[in-house]
T-cell receptor, first 112, second 110 residues
């Protein structure tokens, strides 16, 4: 079983709708969880980092929550725009080794 | 400030050929990583380094070797390329919790 799972794999919404992206993980003993954005043909850009002692982080229209007990994190993007179209990946690392383990990503398309 | 630079950006190899991918960072980061990304599978860790002169295996190390002779450079080598190594390879460096990724190398093995 994959350690980090993102469902759905793809999502299409009309402009202005709120986006809800889900991330689930099997090991609750994580050190922190991060959300990244990846544009086609590009590298990853860090969006939000939630440390294990935190419940959520916010940056502009983005809000990410973390529930370690249930093994879930959710990324909310308010009032989506076509420029939000990208693949969003979640990843966690554990105290030992500080190596990120990634989910498969959710590809988002925001239609004008 | 260039961040993390990967060379080359694209490469086509024949089965059995060898090559080296170069990752260079100018941020004085201690930690460096090599990941591969395949469709629908996210990124998987190949090898990583916690400082100059150190390397360690990640999740999918078979068929790859790495070296970190200088702090700013992390090299990924394929000794005998196989079609299963067709992928997009990403290098990253880290300080504290902040990761910086390169733009990737798209490798095709035919």
């Amino acid at each position: 079983k994959q350690e980090v799972t993102q469902i759905p794999a793809a999502l299409s919404v009309p402009e202005g709708e709120n986006l809800v992206l889900n991330c689930s993980f099997t090991d609750s003993a994580i050190y922190n969880l991060q959300w990244f954005r990846q544009d086609p043909g590009k590298g990853l850009t860090s969006l939000l980092l939630i440390q294990s002692s935190q419940r959520e982080q916010t940056s502009g229209r983005l809000n990410a929550s973390l529930d370690k007990s249930s093994g879930r994190s959710t990324l909310y993007i308010a009032a989506s725009q076509p420029g939000d179209s990208a693949t969003y990946l979640c990843a966690h690392d554990k105290a030992a080794g500080n190596k990120l383990t990634f989910g498969g990503g959710t590809r988002v398309l925001v239609k004008p | 400030n260039a961040g993390v630079t990967q060379t080359p950006k694209f490469r086509v190899l024949k089965t059995g050929q060898s090559m080296t991918l170069l990752c260079a960072q100018d941020m004085n980061h201690e930690y460096m990583y090599w990941y591969r990304q395949d469709p629908g599978m996210g990124l998987r860790l190949i090898h990583y380094s916690v400082g100059e002169g150190t390397t360690a295996k990640g999740e999918v190390p078979d068929g790859y070797n790495v070296s970190r002779l200088k702090k700013q450079n992390f090299l990924l080598g394929l000794e005998s390329a196989a079609p299963s190594q067709t992928s997009v390879y990403f290098c990253a460096s880290r300080i504290y919790y902040g990761y910086t990724f390169g733009s990737g190398t798209r490798l095709t093995v035919v």
